[in-house]
């Protein structure tokens, strides 16, 4: 068997029990909301959703929030809320860390909830404020997202997944309250290329996954859709090979060598992973609409 084969043997799972809890949670808390704000990774639209929101939440008015944003391709982000939209989903591309779209979140959630304000005006209720239900997977950007709305730092950030382990309300201004909910994942991830792009952008933790699998597999992602900017980081790169190849290609460039002349493949790959997460290679989109169609 081949390094190429045994890297591409291991099953991702991961579904701590507390994310057990946050889901019969958030069921509980339904009443109490008038929508859901779902945060995403704008890198991976498909794999950053719980393919289970939808049940989970029901009938409640729903709005994207494709976060992370100035880490994607702009052009593949745009083809997603064009996607969302032709579905009648509304959807914003954010940014947490910039600011960038953030300040469209209001008038998205009055949007929504048209029907809702229009009913109040007409029963004369005032000084109602809508309430919003803020979900995602782990290391989206719920926390942050909040905080930038809210205009100071008021939830417990970090940049780690499952930090946020309560849910909190705040109270961004009188026509508004967000409701804070710890990432949640679903019971077992059978779909591996979904669970391999979670694993990339850093929503599953790293100390229980192998990081040569991570980084074959992000390599064979990147060396066909994005090989130019694996040039521009890396030089020249010959990409008739497997991706396990690359990889050493990559490791001898950077001159991440082993005694005795072998490449020290484990440190190229826990590089490459870093690189790829703080955008050093690039603006990247892991998930395109077209994969989907």
Same mark, same amino acid.
């Given at each position: 068997m081949s390094n190429e084969e045994k890297l591409t043997k291991v099953v991702i799972n991961w579904f701590p029990g507390h994310m057990a809890k946050t889901r019969r949670k958030i069921k509980e808390l339904l009443p109490l909301i008038d929508a859901v704000a779902e945060v995403?990774?704008?890198?991976?639209?498909?794999?950053?959703?719980?393919?289970?929101?939808n049940e989970i939440i029901?009938?409640?008015?729903?709005?994207?929030?494709?976060? $992370?944003?100035?880490? &994607? %391709? #702009?052009?593949?982000?745009?083809?997603?809320?064009?996607?969302?939209?032709?579905?009648?989903?509304?959807?914003?591309?954010?940014?947490?860390?910039?600011?960038?779209?953030?300040?469209?979140?209001?008038?998205?959630? $009055?949007?929504?909830? &048209? %029907? #809702?304000?229009k009913s109040y005006a007409e029963k004369g209720i005032t000084g109602k404020p809508l309430r919003v239900m803020v979900v995602g997977i782990p290391n989206v950007g719920k926390s942050s997202f909040i905080n930038r709305i809210a205009g100071k730092t008021r939830a417990k950030v970090e940049n780690r997944p499952g930090v946020t382990r309560g849910n909190q309300w705040f109270t961004i201004d009188r026509q508004l309250e967000l409701?804070?909910?710890?990432?949640v994942l679903w019971p077992k991830l059978e779909d591996q290329a979904a669970a391999e792009r979670l694993a990339f952008t850093g929503a599953i933790k790293d100390r229980i996954l192998d990081t040569e699998l991570l980084a074959v597999r992000l390599l064979t992602l990147l060396s066909a859709s994005y090989p130019q900017l694996l040039k521009n980081r890396y030089g020249e790169l010959d990409f008739d090979c497997d991706a396990y190849t690359l990889l050493c290609q990559i490791g001898k460039k950077r001159g991440m060598m082993l005694r005795g002349g072998d490449i020290d493949t484990e440190r190229a790959a826990n590089m490459l992973l870093e690189e790829y997460r703080s955008c050093k290679i690039g603006l990247i989109s892991l998930e395109s609409v077209e994969d989907y169609a």
């Open positions: 995403t990774d704008a890198r991976i639209p498909n794999a950053g959703r719980n393919p289970e929101i029901g009938s409640k008015p729903h709005i994207i929030l494709l976060n $992370k944003c100035d880490m &994607a %391709d #702009k052009a593949v982000t745009e083809r997603w809320i064009k996607h969302y939209k032709s579905q009648g989903i509304y959807a914003i591309a954010t940014d947490c860390k910039s600011g960038k779209g953030i300040s469209a979140f209001k008038d998205t959630v $009055k949007a929504v909830l &048209a %029907d #809702k304000l409701l804070d909910t710890p990432g």
